[in-house]
């Protein structure tokens, strides 16, 4: 069996083995599959699920698979804890417990750009909640180094996918090697983005493509291929992107970076009108500001703040000061509060899709409207 073809069977898969969790917002509750390396200390036979016609549609092939899943639990009197998939080899059907006696989430996130550092933070935050996390990003080496990093808080519950959002087929692989490792997804935060600084009559149109390629159309792309995967699932799910106060006040010069995240966003917004029969809540996060996570710098600023402080006399700390003050709290936005907010809408606190939060500290002319 290929990877693709396991790409298709496993989230339709998990979707079949996640119980009912009482709980209306958030309805079910999930299992991990994983490759049956450790020890199976049950006595029950695996779950037997024999060859099925890949061209047949989906809910066909859920339909055979529920078929003999209710089989196996009428036989045995209680659910499998193994499958053996054709041609495919065993997974662990794994109800994974947190630390300090939690119960299991057995929810998995997938963050774009996550080595930057707003999604780092998101990483994190994410792994505290018991989240399984697949860190994506463009660069191997970074993304090595955010893993390492994070493995300390939950050394099997991080991985780091290396993907290229503007890809098809790279997008595609990526969500294919999250199924691959646990079975599927839950969660998909698009924070993958890039900026530049230049006036409309000097910006060049290379440039502005290059924007559009990341912000726009790997937004495209991600929603398209989360919403794919999550309907084969038939559990639901979370998509969250996260936006930029620029959506709702542009700023001078800033014309192709605000451009192409407005756009962003109102994919996004269409997203969650269609994806919401499927129970996919679409929201958004628009930060402002954020220029480091730790040690681990902005990208975004690192490109478009040097230019931000020559404008206005200052250095780094002038800088951040600036936008310090100019927000109504007068404070300092932070990763971890971008972070705040994704986790808000990730456990579905309240039933909202189509939704912003701004974290901005309070910018009147940023509010949503």
Known sequence: ?????????????????????????????????????????????????????ENAPVDAVRE?????????????????????????????????????????????????????????????????????????????????????????????????VQMDVTDKESVTA?????????????LLVINAGIAMVAPLMDLD???FRKLEKVNIEGTLLTLAEAGRCLCRQNTGGDIILISTKNVFAPGAQFGAYS??????????????????????????????????????KSGLWAEVGPSRMKARGLDEKGLEEYYRNRNLLKTKVTAAHVANAVLFFATRQTPTTGATIPVDGGLPDATPR
């Open 1 to 53: 069996m290929t990877a693709q073809q396991l790409y298709f069977v496993l989230p339709v898969l998990r979707g079949l083995l996640a119980k009912r969790s009482g709980n209306e917002d958030d309805p079910y509750a999930r299992v991990i599959l994983s490759s049956a390396l450790n020890i199976d200390h049950s006595s029950l036979p695996p779950l037997q699920l024999d060859a099925w016609d």
């Open 64 to 160: 055979k698979f529920r078929a003999a899943i209710d089989k196996f639990n009428a036989q045995h009197g209680t659910a499998p804890t193994r499958v053996k998939l054709a041609n495919a080899g065993s997974f662990q059907i794994e109800h994974r417990p947190l630390a300090g006696g939690q119960p299991p989430k057995n929810k998995i996130a997938v963050v774009t750009g996550a080595a930057g550092a707003i999604g780092a933070g998101i990483c994190r935050r994410l792994l505290e909640h018991g989240y399984h996390v697949a860190a994506t990003d463009l660069s191997r080496e970074s993304l090595d180094n955010l893993v390492n990093e994070l493995k300390s808080l939950a050394p099997h519950r991080i991985i780091g």
């Open 174 to 186: 990526g969500f294919s090697e999250v199924a691959g490792r646990w079975g599927g997804i839950d």
């Open 205 to 207: 149109l290379d440039a």
């Open 259 to 296: 451009a192409t995240k407005a756009a962003s966003h109102q994919l996004a917004r269409i997203a969650s009108l269609e994806y919401a029969p499927f129970d996919i809540r679409v929201n958004m996060v628009a930060p402002d500001a954020v220029f480091s996570d730790g040690k681990r």
